[in-house]
Antibody, heavy 118, light 107 residues
């Protein structure tokens, strides 16, 4: 059974850093396209970043230069390092698997809430 | 960036009735369009991909159509479990973009 479990969210002050983790089971992270998608409270979905199986990465302009996506193949885990956090980064962050090498998402984690506030 | 516009923002429908949701892209996305269903407190769930292919676990009352810039999600006879927010997403171009969502509520 495919499962994605995000951890690492919490309350952080503006300008701070946080690292989110997404532990996967039932499939191999390194063989799939893996993304982070966020949802601000009461708002819609916003794609944040993708890590391709070959290692290529893409970022939304809103996080480029501040966020870094990576993975640990031995742990079968996806990460999102978030630096220079802003109030507008407050959201539930979901990790999601891209289906069959495409950029739509067939499995999602339950999400982890990041709150940026002083 | 391709802007995805969903309409209406809220759709009030009685159980058993038909619901038609619209998604428009600011430029062609071919058939690279997905739909997701999201219920309160839950993660989104893939509903449709390739504009018209239903994902595993969803019944035949859900159907998607369209290509290019105009897409439609139809729920032929709404059941209680279908009341949710529905999002479209294009995956033809970077960055990947979602529509603002349509909330289907009980009339």
């Amino acid at each position: 059974e495919v499962q994605l479990v995000e951890t690492g969210g919490g309350l952080i002050q503006p300008g701070g850093s946080l690292r989110l983790s997404c532990a996967a089971s039932g499939f191999t992270v390194s063989s799939n396209y893996m993304s982070w998608v966020r949802q601000a409270p009461g708002k819609g979905l916003e794609w944040v970043s993708v890590l391709y199986s070959g290692g290529t990465t893409y970022y939304a302009d809103s996080v480029k230069g501040r966020f870094t996506i990576s993975r640990d193949n031995s742990e079968n885990t996806l990460y999102l390092q978030m630096n220079s956090l802003r109030a507008e980064d407050t959201a539930v962050y979901y990790c999601a698997r891209g289906r069959a090498g495409a950029n739509y998402f067939d499995y999602w984690g339950q999400g982890t809430l990041v709150t940026v506030s002083s | 960036e391709i802007v995805m516009t969903q309409s209406p923002a809220t759709l009030s429908v009685s159980p058993g009735e038909r619901a038609t949701l619209s998604c428009r892209a600011s430029q062609s996305v071919s058939s690279n369009l997905a739909w997701y269903q999201q219920k309160p407190g839950q993660a989104p769930r893939l509903l449709i991909y390739g504009a018209s292919t239903r994902a595993t676990g969803f019944p035949a009352r859900f159907s998607g159509s369209g290509s290019g810039t105009e897409f439609t999600l139809t729920i032929s006879s709404l059941q209680s479990e279908d009341f949710a927010v529905y999002y479209c997403q294009q995956y033809n171009n970077w960055p990947l973009t979602f529509g603002g969502g349509t909330k289907v509520e009980i009339k």
